[in-house]
């Protein structure tokens, strides 16, 4: 028997309005005051402000509901049930691996918690060139109010062994580097977040605001995919969804219309882009499914000669923002150092080489430590982002061309890492290249990594950061939505999601998503209970 | 159908499915590698033995691939039945693995392994003369580095897909997992849950 208390068992069993809708066997109709399509950051809060303002609020989720007892730690259960394309979602040259989310709560059902307010730098650059009014000072509140509700705090334990090497070596080198707050509440410090949290310590969306809503009264539609909107006169005057089959991959047959006052977008800047070229949204500024940004990110793998076990403890707990700052936030990219936890699936597909190679360091896996530099793209000019566009059968599929400014990144980024491992006491030093291999001094390591052919597909790149697509703009000539999501052009209908970030963020985007959710939903709220 | 499917296959389905099922792990790899079996109808394999994805020729080719791949993460060629068993078990969790893909996914995944079993890709991408089964070691091996390094986009990519549903299939396993010296499931949460 299981100590721990499942909020969602507990919830259903007090009559949350919850519909599996792959067990629909003919087409329904719902009608409410506003849907939400997406249930992950942006789509949770959203649900909780407007549900808790009296509003009849719709949830529609692609995803499975988990209950706790679903989230059995193990990789192979999962990241087929519970991220996009079993973890392994690609642009559509192959070149980025992407993680998202696709289960209720979306990505923070799976993030590892890392929280940081959006960068001071970023919000300049969006008001400087982008006119928009979302000032340090303007989101300061809403900041503090999303950062109340999940417990983002200080964490208080020392960082574990992964995490504890770019702390050391970010010292011995004289780099800054600060300890990551995370959104938890009675953590057990597992290292297990990417698994789906087992003990709900996580405040994510999936045991805060989405139970929060559907106390409210909300309703929630899960393994059900928003297909499109239908669009007249500049307004949306229904939606159409496709329940899944019970293994939430394929269109059933069932179909699922809803009409509502109003449609809030948030399911991720992959598939709301998607949805709207679907849907046919009049595009006056071109941008829409345009200025997609990734973070796009390349890992330094490293053996020590003491047990590192990188997948034990809070994943994420020391970051160094040092090389962020070297250049101006629009020169030569900057990039931001953390750590992943390694468990062994995806660590496998992850490491380069095969045969022997790859085999020999499996079995180091104990003493295999990895760090990460995520490139904030978006803001010099050759960095323009990726574009989201349909395929025949109208899915979704991500194009982003990684040109010279990020690999030139790339490379200065494999260098500072290596550096940092060695100056942290490892014995070899791997940049995840298929041209590398294990470098046993800091020199050797710079002269290879000043060697690498810079090309797709031997060197890993991975993402797990969407952002940007449908982006804030000024007016319809310079974006798809205005700075409170409101979609140019149409009058019931807004974005809340990381898809309207006209750049990327530069630091994991959680809690910039909650915040300006949060803001927008609220002015949402306050319109729609005048309307 | 892609037309790969039109030549004379190596095994048919039945006769994988079949093996799988009369003889358990060893029989049933035994035969990918050696050679057919005799007939039996579909309807007598249980759903849970059925191949979803995966049929027995690109099977046989992810079953050869395997072990040049893994190194020595894999058994050794000797003892023959552990070998086999392990890649009946290896064939089963990639074909689930492709099977929970989105739709688009699985259509690439396809694509790609009918290149390496059409004879003509597999004699001229590939690089092998003989089918699969009968494929050298160091044939495969010289097939994986010549995609992998490849100036063309199109094989890297091939190569990297190969290498993710390999080593995910294989580093699925909880036995592979330990091996490698991970714990698994923490032991604290297990006792709370009570499945220690």
């Not at chain 1, 409410?32 to 949830?59: M, N």
């Amino acid at each position: 028997m299981s100590t721990i208390a499942d909020p969602i068992a507990a919830g259903l069993a007090r009559g949350w309005q919850v519909v599996d809708a792959s067990t629909l066997r003919a087409d329904t109709h719902y009608e409410a005051d506003v849907v939400i399509i997406g249930t992950g950051a942006g789509g949770g809060v959203s649900a909780e402000v407007l549900s808790q303002a009296g509003l009849k609020v719709l949830l529609i989720e692609e995803g499975p509901l988990p209950l706790g007892r679903d989230f059995r730690l193990l990789e192979s259960d999962a990241y087929p049930q519970l991220y996009q394309a079993c973890a392994a979602r690609q642009t559509q040259d192959k070149a980025i691996t992407i993680l998202q989310g696709r289960a209720v709560g979306g990505s923070t059902t799976v993030n590892w918690t890392s929280s940081f307010r959006t960068p001071p730098g970023t919000l300049a650059v969006w008001h400087e060139r982008y006119d928009l009014p979302l000032t340090e000072a303007e989101m300061r509140p809403w900041f503090e109010q999303i950062e109340t509700r999940l417990s983002i705090h200080d964490w208080p334990e020392a960082p574990n062994a992964n995490n504890a090497v770019l702390a050391r070596g970010a010292q011995q080198l004289g780099i800054s580097h600060g300890r990551i707050r995370r959104n938890v509440k009675g953590c057990w410090n597992l290292g297990y977040c990417g698994m789906g949290c087992p003990t709900h310590a996580k405040q994510s969306m999936l045991v805060t605001t989405i139970p929060a809503a559907l106390d409210a009264g909300a309703r929630l539609l899960t393994r059900c995919r928003a297909w499109r909107l239908n669009l007249t006169a500049g307004e949306v005057s229904g939606l159409e969804c496709q329940a899944l089959d019970s293994a939430g991959l394929r269109a059933n047959g069932v179909r699922i219309t809803v009409r509502a006052r109003h449609y809030v977008l948030a399911g991720g800047a992959i598939n709301t882009p998607a949805l709207l070229l679907r849907s046919r949204l009049p595009d006056a500024s071109g941008r829409l499914g345009k200025r997609t940004f990734l973070h796009p990110t390349v890992l330094s793998a490293a053996l020590f000669a003491e047990r590192v076990d990188a997948w034990h403890g809070a994943p994420q707990t020391v970051y160094s923002d040092h090389f962020l700052h070297t250049q101006e936030i629009d020169g030569p990219l900057g990039y931001k150092l953390e750590t992943p936890p390694v468990h062994p699936l995806l660590a496998s597909v992850t490491l380069t080489g095969l045969g022997e190679s790859h085999a020999a360091l499996m079995r180091q896996m104990p003493h295999l430590h990895v760090m990460l530099a995520l490139l904030r793209d978006g803001f010099h000019v050759d960095s323009q982002g990726g574009e989201v566009s349909l395929d025949d059968d109208g899915h979704a599929r991500l194009a982003y061309s990684l040109n010279d400014p990020l690999w030139e990144a790339a490379r200065r980024a494999w260098l500072s890492m290596a550096e940092l491992q060695f100056a942290a006491g490892a014995r070899q030093v791997l940049p995840i290249h298929e041209d590398a291999v294990p470098y046993r001094s800091w020199p050797d390591a710079r002269e290879a990594i000043r060697q690498l052919p810079l090309e797709i597909l031997r060197a890993r790149w991975v993402s797990a950061h969407v952002m940007g697509g449908a982006m804030m703009g000024k007016d319809a000539s310079r974006g798809v939505v205005n700075a409170d999501g409101a979609c140019w052009g149409m009058r019931n209908l807004s974005v809340l999601d990381g898809s309207v970030f006209p750049t990327s963020i530069g630091a994991n985007p959680q809690l910039s998503v909650y915040a300006l959710a949060l803001r927008n939903a609220t002015k949402l709220a306050q319109t729609l209970g005048h309307g | 159908m892609h037309t790969a499917k039109k030549s004379t296959p190596l095994l048919t389905r039945r006769q994988f499915l079949r093996v799988g099922l009369a003889g358990g792990a060893v029989l049933l790899t035994a035969r990918l590698v050696y050679g057919p079996f005799a007939r039996m109808r579909l309807a007598e394999v249980p759903e849970a033995e059925q191949l979803k994805t995966l049929n027995p020729r690109t099977a046989t080719a992810l079953a050869a691939i395997a072990p040049v791949m893994l190194g020595s993460a894999f058994p050794p060629a000797e003892p023959e039945e552990t070998r086999l068993g392990a890649q009946h078990a290896l064939v089963r969790a990639i074909d689930a693995a492709i099977a929970a893909m989105p739709a688009p996914v699985q259509a690439e995944i396809s694509q790609l392994l009918d290149l390496l079993i059409f004879p003509p890709t597999r004699r001229l991408l590939v690089g092998l003369r003989e089918e699969w089964a009968r494929a050298e070691q160091d044939d495969i091996r010289g097939f994986l580095y010549r995609w992998r390094e490849s100036r063309f986009q199109l094989l890297r990519a091939g190569y990297q897909g190969l290498h993710q549903l390999v080593c995910a299939g294989w580093y699925a396993m909880p036995a592979s997992q330990a091996a490698v010296g991970y714990p698994g499931p923490p032991v604290q949460w297990k006792l709370a849950e009570g499945a220690a």
